[in-house]
Every structure is written in structure tokens, then in C-alpha cells.
């Protein structure tokens, strides 16, 4: 969250603490920002769309690849985050974290396991590397990295739009749209 602070900051509440309580168990982190009294309501598209992508022109990587400086977290789950001059690794890596987790939780799926192998093998490979082949360079750009309707508001004070709850890292500047394109995303919908 500092980072997108530091490049946004009416766009980004201001981050002031973060930490592990002392309690043993359960284990609990918490996050401080500054307070927004925000609506429930979607952003005004334009505005939105306007902000984000203000941040992702304007950030830059301090290795000048994709990760970010530390592990965070998606929700509660443990992103690793480490460097990588490689998008289509990076992201093959994070997917396969997401869904070992996935496999540990729920259990063994063989058909999905299948599938998931030649989304890795083939997929991936086939969409992601071409982007960074034959001198072509991609931008590592900071990211929400979690960025949904429940995420994003509108600030009651200013009318403008405001994020939240970020898992940011360096990533291809359209990481996060993907997400946005599900029936159950509301971003440009009614």
C-alpha cells in the first residue's frame, strides 16, 4: 500500500502501521491507514480506469523486474513475490503457488490437475513469452494485485475514486483486468 500511496496518494489511503499481534494463537496481522468514508458503490469508470493506469505509467520496478521487495499477502494467502526478469515465469510461478494451496485445502482433483498442467506447460508458455521475445520489452508496472469491486470505492469527500486492500506487485500492467472480465466482477457492469 505505500508504494501506490507514494504514486497516488488520493487514490491510496496513507499506510501508517502494520505488524503481528503478540498473541500466539490465533496468529493475527494487522494494517493502519488513514480513514476514508467511502461509498459502497462502484467508481466512476473513466476516473477509475484513469487512476490505475496513472500508476501503472508512472511506476518503476527497482530491479526493473517483476515481484516486489517482500512476501505479501492476497486475502490470507502468502504471496512469494520473489524477482523475475521472466513475466511469463513470474506468473506461471504464482499461479502454481495459488494452486498447490488450492490442492492442499480441497484435496487431489485429477481432471483439474490435468488441465492445469497443460495451462503451465502450453498455455501459459504460448500467450506470456512472446511478449518479451525478439527484443520486445515489457514494463514490470506496481500493481493492486487484488483489485475487485470490494476493493474499490468512491471517496464521499472528495467524489473521487479510492482503493484499498492491495497485494501489490510488479507485474504486466493488464494483471489485474483479467479478474474484472468474470460474471461475478461488477466493474463495468450495472
Known amino acids: 500500500m505505500s508504494e501506490l500511496h507514494k504514486l497516488a496518494a488520493s487514490f491510496v489511503p496513507k499506510p501508517h502501521g502494520w505488524g503481528k499481534f503478540r498473541l500466539v494463537e490465533p496468529v ?5 491507514c488513514d480513514f476514508v468514508e467511502m461509498t459502497h ?3 466512476e469508470p473513466d476516473a477509475f480506469c484513469a487512476r490505475l493506469a496513472e500508476i501503472h505509467v508512472n ?7 517483476f515481484g516486489f521487495v517482500v512476501p505479501n499477502c492476497h486475502g490470507k494467502i502468502l504471496q512469494s ?4 526478469s521472466s513475466w511469463s515465469s513470474f506468473f506461471t510461478k504464482l499461479l502454481v503457488s495459488f494452486f498447490e494451496l488450492e490442492l492442499k485445502i480441497n484435496g487431489p482433483w485429477p481432471e483439474y490437475e490435468q488441465a492445469f498442467k497443460s495451462i503451465v506447460t502450453t498455455v ?3 500467450l506470456l513469452e512472446p511478449l518479451q521475445a525478439e527484443g520486445r520489452v515489457l514494463k514490470p508496472s506496481l500493481v493492486h494485485g487484488d483489485l475487485w469491486e470490494e476493493n474499490a470505492a468512491t471517496n464521499l469527500s472528495t ?5 484499498f486492500d492491495a497485494s501489490a506487485f510488479y507485474a504486466h500492467s493488464e494483471y489485474e483486468l483479467g479478474t474484472w472480465r ?4 461488477k466493474f463495468g457492469r450495472p
Open 124 to 126: 501459459i508458455p504460448r
Open 41 to 43: 458503490e462502484m467508481p
Open 81 to 84: 513475490n520473489e524477482w523475475d
Open 182 to 185: 468474470r460474471e461475478t466482477i
Open 28 to 32: 493475527t496481522h494487522f494494517f493502519i
Open 159 to 163: 467524489g473521487e475514486p479510492v482503493v
Open 59 to 65: 511506476s518503476i520496478s527497482p530491479t526493473g523486474q
